[in-house]
């Protein structure tokens, strides 16, 4: 995976008045990537729960989230994601679904993903041949056992239940090309 080409970013409802975003830092994943075998394409991916980045919170803020009731990051340091399946839907997307663990619980989640082109080793990019992909999914944070704030039925008090969430990425083999 590329790190400096990789986003990790979620939106859950603040309110109901706006969509808070924020991202994590610290990602990894590694890709076994096959065009003519699709079936057979698999990625894990990991995220380390501290590298929660928000938008100025306050004083404070960042800590009440890895502790009690939300992350637990001590507790649980890795949020992970395995697929189990990979169908195409489409020349260049398909729905991949994998185990999904989150504050220690494991379900299955299916992302919809989109493959954004690729070529192989070439004398532009000495990390070799290259594929980027854009994924999005959605998920109820409390069949996670994080329901800390999700607002009372028919109300919006409090934070969303549904984390939308959006993976911009790309791998390269880190090969560069054979010299002639």
Request: charged fraction near 20%.
């Amino acid at each position: 995976m590329d790190k400096a080409h990789t986003s990790v970013t979620f939106r859950v409802s603040h309110l109901g008045f706006s969509h808070y975003t924020a991202r994590f830092s610290r990602v990894d994943a590694t890709l076994k990537f096959d065009p003519a075998h699709p079936a057979a394409q698999s990625v894990e991916a990991s995220i380390d729960p501290l590298s929660l980045e928000l938008n100025t919170p306050p004083a404070g803020f960042h800590d009440q989230l890895m502790g009690k009731g939300w992350f637990e990051a001590k507790q649980f340091p890795a949020i992970t994601f395995r697929s189990t399946k990979v169908v195409l839907t489409g020349k260049t997307t398909a729905k991949v679904t994998g185990d999904f663990t989150l504050h220690g619980v494991t379900r299955p989640v299916t992302l919809d993903v989109t493959y954004n082109g690729g070529y192989p080793p070439n004398s532009f990019d000495p990390g070799g041949a290259r594929v980027g992909f854009s994924a999005h999914g959605v998920f109820k944070r409390s069949a996670f056992g994080m329901g800390a704030g999700v607002p009372a039925p028919g109300s919006n008090l409090g934070v969303g239940d549904d984390v939308d969430l959006a993976i911009e990425t790309e791998f390269s083999d880190g090969k560069p090309p054979a010299k002639k």
